[in-house]
């Protein structure tokens, strides 16, 4: 299971429609348009900034605007929280940079292009040497790629892993930490799954997640951004 941010344009058909089957697949996903579930409408609209461009005057005075502060701090935390990127095409040079900088910060970063229309660009390379997708099995089967680090099953991590009361947290069972000690059960081959720690309700799965979001709680992006 993997941890993904989308970055993409408000314009963008497709989003809402990906951000629900990468869901159904297992995924957590962060839904820039609804935060922690909050239905939240476009920063641009909330300051009433409903103009294609506006002056460098203008924008400049928005540096010290909560409303952009606090919807800048949700949309940072949750790309540092996240290990995967997905730059859905089309979109602007927000999700640009946001792509940019998670691929910078070592996460996987894969373009994808469902539309038949395509603007190239060539320094789309960048992204894990060539990491560019227009069918959604192909993507699909890229995000289930194991990630060291991460565990393939509930998506935990060292910052963020499982808790019970009685075993504590969770440690890593292989080699290339991919599987985490709660979820190593649940992957038994050969033989029927045993309820265990994984199903036990007083487990924690990936103690600082909330819902299909991020919770943020340790992220080091909370520091001096507000």
Known sequence: MARIYISSSWRNSYHQQLVQELRENGHQVYDFRHPEGREDNNVWDDLGINK?????QEFSQLDNNEVAGKRFADHFC??????TCILLLPCGASSHVEAGYMAGDGKRVFVFCP???????LMYRVFNGFGFYYRKEDLFAALNTPIPGVCRVCGCTEN????HPKYGYCWWVDENHTLCSHCAEKLTIGRKHIPGI????????????????????????TIDIL
């Open 52 to 56: 294609e461009f506006i002056t460098p």
């Open 198 to 221: 994984y199903d036990d309700p007083l487990t924690e799965h990936c103690i600082n997640d909330i819902g299909n979001g991020f919770k943020f709680k340790n992220s080091r992006s």
């Open 160 to 163: 963020n892993p499982c808790y």
């Open 78 to 83: 949750a790309m540092n929280d996240a290990d």
């Open 115 to 121: 539309d038949n229309k395509l603007k190239p660009e």
